[in-house]
């Protein structure tokens, strides 16, 4: 039975806490970001990274003694796997887009990587070894609900009634770019087991907290 030297690392967050005064919240998270005294740092070993292999070379004890072997994708950092595999998802888009500019239907080649690149997709998000090729097709799925921002415009009404945080804004200040944007963030980021009034709700919010900011700033 052969031996390898496996280097494997785990990224740990340092992080401090300092007040900064300025004009803006811009301008304070970019003092934060450009100040480079950390007498103050502490680690935050709760919210360490994930284990993920950095180096493989052959033998025992072999770290650095010779050239590395090639790291299996699928025990690359994490933010590694999701960039490899965007790059993956960006070429079936483009695949994606001929076909439709040619006016025909999807390729089976295309529908086949499609299956898997979806299926790797969730594999890396669940943190799982890369699928097996190929994979079965994804059954149809059916549109169930949708959130309407015309529902989202009579939800802001409500909240801003009701809600005296918001005290000084009207419904007509929540512009429709906010409203679009706030349903655009609550659809890609919401469980949607839950009702469509509570996102309709929460994308309210998020819009009036927006438009909030955007004239206390003006």
Do not use: N
Request: proline residues 7%.
């Amino acid at each position: 039975m052969p031996d390898f030297t496996i280097e494997t690392t785990y990224h740990l967050p340092v992080f401090r806490h300092r007040t900064y005064a300025a004009d803006t919240l811009d301008a304070a998270c970019r003092a934060a970001v450009d100040d480079d005294s950390w007498d103050i740092a502490e680690k935050d070993f709760d919210s360490s990274g994930p284990v993920h292999v950095t180096g493989i070379w052959d033998g025992a004890h072999a770290a650095h003694a010779g050239p590395p072997l090639q790291i299996p994708q699928q025990f690359d950092e994490p933010a590694q796997r999701r960039a490899r595999h965007f790059e993956i998802l960006l070429g079936l888009l483009k695949m994606l887009l001929d076909d439709i500019s040619a006016t025909r239907p999807p390729s089976s080649d295309w529908l086949a990587r499609s299956a898997w690149a979806v299926a790797r997709g969730e594999a890396i998000l669940a943190g799982d070894p890369d699928p097996e090729e190929p994979v079965d097709l994804p059954k149809p799925s059916h549109v169930l609900v949708s959130l309407k921002e015309g529902g989202v415009r009579d939800a802001i009404a409500a909240v801003l009634e009701v809600d005296p945080s918001f005290k000084g804004l009207t419904p007509k200040a929540v512009t429709d770019d906010e409203v679009h944007a706030a349903c655009v963030s609550i659809v890609t980021t919401m469980d949607f087991s839950d009702v469509v009034g509570s996102a309709e709700f929460q994308a309210a919010l998020l819009a009036i907290r927006s438009a909030q900011r955007r004239l206390t700033s003006d």
